[in-house]
């Protein structure tokens, strides 16, 4: 997790060529669902810095995967700010 000043700070800000908005404070009044790559070690607050693919499949579902552009592997979804992980598991399941 980039965190400068207890602002979460997105990596793919360099990527980005329209992204304005690259940090996060600490105390927001909804908490937001951003993006973390285990491999890369990557934090990404948009979808700007996804590589989004769908898969199809044959009862019509179609499932939406968030990929990291660097290595390719699937990112894992988490919460700012920071909070209780059974609190996160949660509001993730609302979504």
Not at 6 to 33: E, G
Not at 56 to 85: F, H, M, Q, S, T
Request: aromatic share 10%; hydrophobic share 30%; charged share 30%.
């Amino acid at each position: 997790m980039t965190v400068r000043g207890r602002h979460l700070q997105c990596d793919m800000r360099n990527v980005c060529i329209s992204c304005s908005v690259y940090t996060w404070p600490p105390k927001m009044n909804h908490p937001k669902k951003y993006y973390h790559c285990e491999h890369c070690n990557f934090d990404i607050i948009c979808d700007k810095g996804l590589s989004i693919t769908y898969e199809y499949y044959e009862d019509g579902y179609v499932e939406k995967k968030a990929k990291c552009i660097e290595c390719n592997r699937i990112l894992l979804e988490k919460i700012w700010p920071k909070i209780p992980p059974k609190l996160e598991r949660e509001l993730l399941r609302i979504e």
